[in-house]
């Protein structure tokens, strides 16, 4: 079984520029989960969407979105770049979305990078 | 606020030798644990997880011990090898089900031949 896949693996970009990530589940998980790991902060949650519905969502700002596909796929987008929002952006894929947590499977990330 | 406390945040060990990394929280909610492994431009990759039902869970050389009462567990890799040098990350995650992971802020294990 393929694993999940992230595009672009590295973009560059600069400041007030807005960008679009993308993730392609493990096929048959219908829960995608975004991160943002950086050096100072660590791994943390942005937002997860299950059956192209967002669940919950971390503490970020509002120029932090997302949305997913009817395919499962996912896309999250950021507006306005900061130079704070460098960062590696990985995706986790689940099975699905319950009473019970359910095993995270990441992606490789994307590594953007704010000028 | 640190959801969850992991330390060391480093960590050398010699080859064969255990290593033991310690993390603890405060969210008696929480009640799905994970360990995870990431190399250098790499994911996170998903190790071993534990739930409270258990005292301990092992997976070949790799061991997670939780202690509920005292809100701690941790991840224990036993006979090291340098091919576990990597980052390990501790992870806690609550009964809402919700797939949000509150993470650790990682352990750099080396593991020196």
């Known amino acids: 079984k393929a694993g999940v896949t992230q595009t672009p693996r590295y973009l560059i970009k600069t400041r007030g520029q807005q960008v679009t990530l993308s993730c392609s589940p493990i096929?048959?998980?219908?829960?995608v989960s975004w991160y943002q790991q950086t050096p100072g902060q660590g791994l943390q949650f942005l937002f997860e969407?299950?059956?192209?519905?967002?669940?919950n969502k971390g503490n970020f700002p509002g120029r932090f979105s997302g949305r997913q596909f009817s395919n499962s796929r996912s896309e999250m987008n950021v507006s306005t770049l900061e130079l704070g929002d460098s960062a590696l952006y990985l995706c986790a894929s689940s099975p699905r979305s319950g009473r019970l947590t359910n095993e995270q499977f990441f992606g490789p990330g994307t590594r953007l990078t704010v000028l | 606020q640190q959801q969850v406390k992991q330390s060391p945040q480093s960590l050398i060990v010699q080859k064969g030798g255990i290593s033991i990394i310690n993390c603890a929280y405060e969210?008696?909610?929480?009640?799905?644990f994970p360990w995870y492994q990431q190399f250098p431009g790499k994911g996170p990759a998903l190790l071993i997880a534990?739930?409270?039902?258990?005292s301990e869970k092992k997976e070949g050389r790799f061991t997670i011990s939780f202690n509920k009462s005292a809100k701690q567990f941790s991840l224990h890799i036993m006979d090291s090898q340098p091919g576990d040098s990597a980052t390990y990350f501790c992870a806690a995650a609550d009964q809402t089900g919700a797939n949000n992971l509150f993470f650790g802020t990682g352990t750099r294990l080396t593991v020196i031949p």
């Open positions: 969210n008696t909610a929480f009640d799905y």
């Open positions: 096929s048959g998980h219908r829960s």
């Open positions: 969407y299950f059956s192209e519905t967002q669940r």
């Open positions: 534990i739930r409270p039902d258990v």
